[in-house]
């Protein structure tokens, strides 16, 4: 079964400052894992994602993750953060073949000025 | 611009009345949707997979008979609450995917706050 875990349920950032949401997974072939951001009451949007190649990924808005097979992880980062940033980040993991994603649970980013 | 459009994006309605969801892929043909539950700060929640012309699929816990689910094109899929409860107040999200060769890219709509009352 696949499953994803996000430690943090909340994070609070001082704006400028850097930030890095963590995200584990577990999955039992290659993984394709991504990064959604949801603002409130809005839908999702992606950020970024990581099918294969480079395990650094560049996404909108300035973030990026990072895939670490041995770690299982695919931690997202963002050097500067800005106000506008303060949102819901939620992980997510797929497969090949497979249309099913699986979320984590989320983390709420909070910027103070 | 959008892919994928969501309707409506709020709605309240009492107790013992159904409501209908659209969600419409703009761009693409999409022979699967997804449609997820979301309860505050909480994740996302896969309810049922859509497929074009046949019966959804339902994950376990997920009453057919209350949330049906109708995919009559390869552009709609309908999410029908029947007999809403307050319980059922939730944000409702669809998903189509694409596949490119052997991956595939997810659209989300915009979501659907239900308020039961």
């Known amino acids: 079964a696949q499953s994803v875990t996000q430690p943090d349920i909340h994070i609070t950032v001082s704006e400028g400052a850097s930030l890095e949401l963590r995200c584990n997974y577990s999955y039992g072939a290659t993984p394709y894992l991504f990064w959604y951001v949801q603002s409130p009451g809005q839908g999702l949007q992606l950020l970024l994602k990581?099918?294969?190649?480079?395990?650094l990924v560049q996404g909108i808005k300035g973030f990026e993750a990072e895939f670490k097979r041995s770690q299982s992880s695919f931690n997202l980062r963002k050097p500067s953060v800005h106000w506008s940033d303060a949102a819901e980040y939620f992980c997510?993991?797929?497969?090949?073949?497979?249309?099913?994603?699986?979320f984590g649970t989320g983390t709420r980013l909070t910027i103070i000025p | 611009g959008a892919v994928v459009s969501q309707h409506p994006s709020w709605v309240i309605c009492k107790s013992g009345t159904s409501v209908k969801i659209e969600c419409r892929s703009l761009?693409?043909?999409?022979?699967?949707m997804f449609w997820y539950r979301q309860f505050p700060k909480q994740s996302l929640m896969l309810m049922a997979t859509s497929n074009e012309g046949s019966k959804a699929t339902y994950e376990q816990g997920v009453e057919k008979d209350k949330f049906l689910i109708n995919h009559a094109s390869l552009t709609l899929s309908t999410l029908t609450v029947t007999s809403a409860h307050p319980e059922d107040s939730s944000f409702y999200i669809c998903?189509?995917?694409?596949?490119?060769?052997?991956?595939?890219?997810?659209?989300f709509g915009q979501g659907t706050r239900l308020t039961v009352v």
């Open positions: 990581y099918f294969s190649g480079d395990t």
């Open positions: 761009d693409f043909q999409a022979t699967t």
């Open positions: 997510a993991v797929g497969g090949f073949g497979n249309e099913k994603l699986t």
């Open positions: 998903r189509i995917s694409r596949r490119l060769g052997a991956r595939t890219e997810a659209f």
